[in-house]
C-alpha cells in the first residue's frame, strides 16, 4: 500500500533562519505529491504540488522537488517568518477503484514554531 | 466565492448522543472525504463518496455513518457506538477526474467535537 513519512517534529526556528522538513513515500504507481499546512485551529490548505518526477512545487517561498529515485519530496524554506508557524503535512494521492477518484495518503504532520 | 463550509466550529455532546457534524461545498466537486485527526497522528479517512447516492468506509469506519442525497452535502454522524468519538472532523472535497493527476484535495475549516 502507500505510505508517506515525514520527519518527527516539534521543529523550532528562529525567524530568517532555513527550514527543511524530510518526507518519504512508498506507492505502487506513480502519485501525485503534496505539501499542505493547517495554522492553529484551521482546516488543511493546500501549500504546493508536484505531479510528475523532477517537478518542482513553489507557493509563498516554499518549495519541494519530486524526486523519483529517492522517492523523496522534502519541502524548504531559505527565510522562515513568525507567520509560517504551523503544522506542515506532506501527502500523495493516487487514484482508487479505477473510478477517477483520488484518495490522499498523509504524513503524521510537523509543527513548525518560529520565534523572533 | 466557492468552497467546503462545515458547522459548527466547536460541538459539545454528552456521551450516548449521536451528533451531525454538516459539510457542505459549492466547487460542484463529486467526491468528498471525512477526516478525523487526533494529536500527533496525522488524518485518517473515515469515509468518502465518489459520487451522490454513493459512500466507502475508509480506514476508520466504525461508529460512524454518512449519506451522500446530495451532491453538495455529505454530513457525518457519530453514533454512540464510536468509543473515541472526542477529536477534530475535517471534511475534503476533490473533482472526479478520468484522466487527471491532480488529486488535490480542498478542506474546510473542521469542526471540533467534544464529548463528555
Known amino acids: 500500500g502507500n505510505s508517506v513519512t515525514q520527519m518527527e517534529g516539534p521543529v523550532t526556528l528562529s525567524e530568517e533562519a532555513f527550514l527543511t522538513i524530510n518526507c518519504t513515500y512508498t506507492?505502487?504507481?506513480?502519485?501525485?505529491l503534496f505539501w499542505y499546512v493547517q495554522y492553529p485551529g484551521e482546516g488543511l490548505q493546500l501549500l504546493l504540488k508536484?505531479?510528475?518526477?523532477?517537478d518542482k512545487g513553489s507557493n509563498k517561498g516554499f518549495e519541494a522537488t519530486y524526486r523519483k529515485e529517492t522517492t523523496s519530496f522534502h519541502l524548504e524554506k531559505g527565510s522562515v517568518q513568525v507567520s509560517d508557524s504551523a503544522v506542515y503535512f506532506c501527502?500523495?494521492?493516487?487514484?482508487?477503484?479505477?473510478?477517477?477518484?483520488?484518495?490522499?495518503?498523509f504524513g503524521k504532520g510537523t509543527k513548525l514554531s518560529v520565534i523572533p | 466565492d466557492g468552497g467546503i463550509t462545515q458547522s459548527p466550529k466547536y460541538l459539545f455532546r454528552k456521551e450516548g448522543q449521536n451528533v451531525t457534524l454538516s459539510c457542505e461545498q459549492n466547487?460542484?466537486?463529486?467526491?468528498m472525504y471525512w477526516y478525523r485527526q487526533d494529536p500527533g497522528q496525522g488524518l485518517r479517512l473515515i469515509y468518502y463518496?465518489?459520487?451522490?447516492?454513493?459512500?466507502q468506509k475508509g480506514d476508520i469506519a466504525e461508529g460512524y455513518s454518512v449519506s451522500r442525497e446530495k451532491k453538495e452535502s455529505f454530513p457525518l454522524t457519530v453514533t454512540s457506538a464510536q468509543k473515541n468519538p472526542t477529536a477534530f472532523y475535517l471534511c475534503?472535497?476533490?473533482?472526479?477526474?478520468?484522466?487527471?493527476?491532480?488529486?488535490?484535495?480542498?478542506f474546510g475549516p473542521g469542526t471540533r467535537l467534544t464529548v463528555t
Open positions: 475534503a472535497s476533490s473533482i472526479d477526474e478520468t484522466s487527471g493527476t491532480l488529486g488535490e484535495q480542498y
Open positions: 506507492a505502487t504507481g506513480y502519485p501525485s
Open positions: 508536484a505531479t510528475k518526477a523532477d
Open positions: 501527502a500523495l494521492s493516487d487514484r482508487y477503484s479505477g473510478a477517477g477518484s483520488y484518495q490522499l495518503t
Open positions: 466547487l460542484n466537486h463529486d467526491a
Open positions: 463518496s465518489q459520487i451522490v447516492n454513493d459512500f
